[in-house]
């Protein structure tokens, strides 16, 4: 049987973003957002099996085969973390390993829009950073965290499923807790960190309405709030947070959003042509007074259209945010029209000037 952490350190050395062990093949590899088998031998049941155990040892190995799903953390020699998900597939043991980087990331190297690094210096709210798995959620929010905790002295507190990046005290003082080691969930976490004088909380994801509240909750009283959800929009963002409480709790809940959000980042990652790597294209909405009247009086249909209209204070759909990013040449044409929101709009646009009469300038925003 191959070591694990042999298959990880060749997937380290390839720059690969996952490495996925299933049954009867080798070890495949993702790079840049492509599969790559590796020419590790073939996995057998038993090489699955003995993995996992090797890595999480027989306690919590009983715990995996009652529940069938394990979520959990491994560090490699070098420092580098992955994030690690067992589960069952066919009735044997498969195994996903997300590669975390073993330094934290740098906001200015992420090539988001300028006005995410302002976030930082928010008093309190609550930050949220939205995408499909795998659209580089994590490692935004480990940037953000990482500037407040150079930049202030402030206590910051993580809540985290697993622990990704590791964050080492600078001006600031960092506690991170990993649920189901440190705390049993994130709501009982969030509940005791309330407790804990924390400034900055952190919380991995908003994933039940236990949790959701109590992290409203804690930008209510104060608290600079950052937390994801699986959305891939503002606007649906907000729907699915005020969907998430009983109908007769919403009126309350939009009342609540509308006085804590402070700002929405929706990201999906693109592969880029100019080197080797990805790169994030945004959507970024700022709850101004116009938006948080949307909330409260549930017009969130009308959002888009502000979001359309305000580019000047630093808010961009994702379209504009493709553009963007094409027009830097990181993105392949093809792509940021397939991805596009709307693909007959971005193919005008991205068409070379001299096929038109008029000339179409990079700024244009797409509706």
Do not use: W
């Amino acid at each position: 049987m191959t070591d694990v952490k042999t298959i990880l350190g060749v997937a380290i050395e390839q720059e690969a973003s996952d490495v996925h062990i299933n049954v009867g093949m080798p070890p495949v590899l993702r790079k840049n957002t492509e599969l790559v088998k590796t020419e590790f031998p073939i996995v057998t049941a038993t090489d699955a099996k003995e993995m996992v155990l090797g890595m999480v040892g027989p306690e919590r190995f009983e715990k995996f085969k009652e529940k069938n799903d394990l979520d959990f953390s491994l560090t490699v020699n070098d420092g580098h973390r992955c994030r690690v998900n067992a589960h069952y597939q066919r009735d044997t043991v498969a195994i996903s390993f997300r590669i975390i980087p073993n330094q934290i990331p740098i906001v200015d190297d992420l090539h988001l829009p300028p006005i995410v690094k302002e976030l930082i210096d928010l008093p309190r709210g609550l930050v949220l950073v939205t995408g499909h798995t795998g659209s580089g959620k994590s490692t935004t929010l480990a940037a953000m965290v990482g500037a407040i905790n150079i930049k202030y002295k402030k206590r910051i507190i993580t809540l985290e499923d697993p622990i990704e990046y590791l964050i080492e005290n600078e001006l600031g003082m960092v506690e991170q807790r990993e649920i189901g080691s440190d705390c049993p969930d994130f709501a009982s976490g969030l509940k005791h960190a309330l407790r804990q004088d924390p400034d900055i909380i952190m919380v991995g994801e908003m994933r039940d309405l236990e949790t959701t509240s109590s992290t409203i909750t804690a930008a209510e009283t104060g608290h600079l709030v950052f937390s994801t959800l699986h959305t891939i929009n503002a606007p649906q963002t907000i729907e699915r947070i005020i969907d998430i409480y009983p109908a007769n709790q919403q009126n309350q809940i939009r009342t609540m959003l509308a006085n804590t959000l402070q700002a929405v980042i929706s990201q999906t990652l693109f592969r880029r042509i100019d080197k080797p790597g990805m790169v994030p294209c945004v959507e970024l909405l700022l709850c101004t007074s116009a938006v948080r009247n949307c909330i409260r009086e549930n017009r969130i249909y009308e959002i888009p259209n502000i979001i359309e209209t305000s580019r000047r204070v630093g808010m961009q759909n994702m379209d504009s945010g493709i553009a963007d990013m094409y027009f830097k040449g990181y993105l392949d044409r093809e792509e940021a029209i397939i991805k596009s929101t709307n693909p007959a709009k971005m193919d005008k646009l991205l068409t070379p000037v001299d096929q038109f009469e008029n000339v179409r300038p990079p700024q244009v925003i797409i509706s």
